[in-house]
């Protein structure tokens, strides 16, 4: 019998509901994994072990009433708790300690979960101080960033669901990155309030499990669009896109294969690949991307700029003194490519079930101080839409690689029932063992 920490969310929900697993059980066994594996892998920031086993015997007292019922999260150090400090891995919030839950946290603890812990993360989710975390399959790669301690912390078994958030591609990234699933919704169909933000315009809240069932069961509990009455996809007759990107050039030995192989094992399935060739003006949409991250982030760290200009890493300062130059005119024009690419790309997606494409450029950098290229996340990320990650193959160097699907703004629904359909012929390889 598996210890409750191997299960998947969806299996150790199935084991609650039918009462041979209760949620403190569950959460003994998270504790007792990361005692024994987080010394190496550094994925938490704050844990409080009795206050997580008295909300479980709480939890436990109550029947289940949501898919997430006494399920643990861990919870991204940028997100506020009201029964935890909230640091931001900054040296202006060490200690902090906000009054209220932000939303999201908020809406999985009243639903049932039990909120494990912080995890580590870059500062503000954006730059600055990298998190201590490391790969758990090979320690001295990077596990990504900036969602580096949530991703690794689910990779490693330490806790079944983690929160991310994503930027520029923070959440999607660290997924393949560690082998694990992930969702990025579509933009604001899940409450941003209580996360300290970088970006306003891209800004996601994202979430990890070990399955695509796992996605679909936070997905339920946040009610995502579409999701209600949704019916299971055949992965025969899907009609899946193909699509490289326009920055294809930075594509990776290791992302290329697991690209060509996830279109092969759905063709072989029964799905109707495609290229897809995106129209010429989104090979703007990076650099528009980055314009409007630079202007917004000097809009949302103007206070602490002023507060505490001597300990704000440079990082941001220079952000908020526009060290790139960025005018009023590169705004306006990167928020307007941004307005028309995005129903241009509904009206090609929607034709399709699904767009395949890179999730990374290949296996997870070596060392801590680069968290990997985000490339082939940002133009998704500007778009709005939702994308899913799933693992697909190993590199040479023997770390995972995935893939993402991506589907038109608020398909977020339809996007988790494919990706049920999709995960079952494309995550099919034995994964390597984190290490021991």
């Not at 490391?134 to 690794?152: F, V």
């Not at 897809?276 to 000097?298: C, K, M, V």
């Not at 709005?384 to 608020?410: D, E, M, N, W």
Request: net charge neutral.
């Amino acid at each position: 019998m598996k210890d409750p920490c191997f299960l998947t969310a969806a299996e150790a929900g199935r084991q609650i509901r039918s009462g041979s697993l209760t949620s403190e059980a569950l959460i003994r066994s998270c504790l007792d994994r990361i005692a024994a594996r987080d010394p190496a892998i550094k994925a938490w920031l704050h844990i409080d072990p009795a206050q997580a086993l008295a909300q479980a015997r709480e939890v436990d007292k109550r029947p289940p009433s949501s898919p997430v019922h006494g399920l643990a999260f861990g919870v991204k150090d940028v997100f506020d708790t009201r029964d935890l400090p909230t640091t931001q891995n900054s040296p202006l919030y060490q200690g902090h300690q906000p009054a209220k839950d932000a939303a999201c946290v908020g809406v999985v603890r009243h639903s049932g979960a039990v909120i494990l812990g912080k995890t580590d993360t870059v500062e503000f989710a954006g730059g600055g101080r990298k998190a201590a975390t490391r790969n758990p399959y090979n320690l001295a790669h990077t596990p990504g960033g900036t969602s580096s301690g949530s991703a690794a912390a689910v990779a490693d078994f330490q806790v079944p669901f983690a929160f991310g958030t994503q930027t520029s591609g923070s959440h999607i990234r660290p997924a393949s990155f560690n082998g694990i699933y992930a969702m990025k919704p579509t933009w604001g169909v899940v409450s941003r309030e209580g996360f300290k933000q970088l970006a306003a315009m891209l800004d996601t809240v994202g979430w990890y499990g070990r399955s695509a069932e796992d996605l679909a069961m936070v997905g339920e509990t946040f009610r995502l669009p579409g999701f209600s009455g949704s019916k299971p996809e055949a992965v025969k007759g899907l009609k899946i896109a193909l699509c490289r990107t326009p920055r294809w050039n930075k594509i990776e030995p290791a992302g290329e294969k697991a690209l060509k192989t996830a279109a092969e094992r759905l063709e072989k399935a029964g799905a109707v690949i495609e290229e897809l060739q995106l129209p010429e003006t989104f090979a703007g949409l990076n650099d528009a991307q980055d314009t409007i991250l630079q202007g917004e982030a000097a809009v949302a760290f103007l206070p602490d700029y002023l507060a505490s200009n001597d300990r704000l890493h440079v990082e941001f300062r220079d952000k908020v003194e526009n060290k790139t130059g960025i005018t009023p005119k590169a705004m306006a024009d990167a928020y307007d490519l941004a307005g028309a690419s995005r129903p241009a790309f509904d009206r090609i997606a929607s034709k399709y079930d699904a767009v395949l494409t890179p999730s990374a450029p290949g296996e997870a950098p070596e060392g801590l101080g680069w968290t990997g290229d985000w490339v082939f996340n940002v133009m998704w990320t500007l778009l709005h839409v939702p994308c899913i990650a799933i693992p697909c193959t190993v590199g040479s160097k023997g770390l995972p690689v995935g893939i993402q699907i991506v589907g038109p703004r608020f398909g977020d629904g339809r996007l988790l029932r494919v990706a049920a359909a999709v995960a079952a012929a494309i995550d099919v390889e034995e994964r390597p063992r984190t290490v021991q």
